[in-house]
């Protein structure tokens, strides 16, 4: 079964607001990473979060990990057109070298 | 961008015939996997590699085989085609175990009637 749950699985937001999408996971954890995936193409590596980090910045990406409750969130600031996609968490299980990822939360930006 | 192809890029093949997807990267990475993508399903691992030779399988394997004979090439073989393996499939590379980013390729669209 999969390792990581998206929340929710879709969100329609108005350009300049904030997104937030969640991420929960079964397993201990070495590390947790975001991905987005334009349509018709292949996944790009956005930000990684290592299990003893709490928060990390990337640009307009906020990422926060809860390991306590195995959740992770991908906080997108001031929404673009171009942030229309597809976004993903995959996790990396300790001691192991699979890569899971989750059904993942479709997001459109509305002009 | 990561230099990963794969081929074919599309296919459409019937019931019953063998198929083979290759994924060819000029990184060097050790790590290589494949994974498929369903609509409500996300993206599900099939097999992966770490090394030459060193195979494993993922959530997703039955039906499936991989041979990995160089660093650079990682192939996906279906023996026996159905048409619950039409799917998107994604090549995947990676230079770290478990701390290493993936890099993807633009994915192989296989149809089978």
């Known amino acids: 079964s999969q390792q990581g749950e998206e929340d929710p699985q879709a969100l329609s937001i108005q350009e300049g607001e904030n997104a937030t999408m969640n991420c929960s996971y079964k397993?201990?954890?070495?590390?947790l990473q975001w991905y987005r995936q334009n349509s018709g193409r292949g996944l790009v590596h956005l930000i990684l979060i290592r299990s003893n980090e709490r928060e990390k910045h990337s640009g307009r990406l906020r990422v926060t990990l809860d390991t306590s409750k195995k959740s992770s969130s991908l906080l997108i600031t001031a929404s673009r057109a171009a942030d229309t996609a597809s976004y993903f968490c995959a996790t990396v299980p300790n001691r192991d070298d699979k890569i899971i990822f989750g059904k993942g939360t479709r997001l459109h930006i509305l002009p | 961008d990561a230099g990963i192809t794969q081929s074919p890029r599309h296919k459409v093949t019937e019931t019953g015939t063998p198929v083979t997807l290759r994924c060819h990267q000029t990184e060097n990475h050790r790590y290589m996997y494949w994974y498929r993508q369903d609509p409500g399903h996300g993206l599900r691992l099939i097999h992966y590699?770490?090394?030459?030779?060193?195979?494993d399988k993922g959530e997703v394997s039955d039906g499936y085989s991989v041979s990995r004979s160089k660093t650079e090439d990682f192939l996906l073989t279906l023996e026996s085609a159905t048409s619950s393996q039409t799917s998107v499939y994604f090549c995947?590379?990676?230079?770290?175990?478990?701390?290493?980013?993936?890099?993807f390729g633009e994915g192989s669209r296989l149809t089978v009637l």
């Open positions: 995947a590379i990676s230079a770290r175990q478990n701390t290493g980013e993936l890099f």
């Open positions: 397993t201990s954890i070495n590390n």
């Open positions: 590699s770490y090394g030459v030779k060193d195979t």
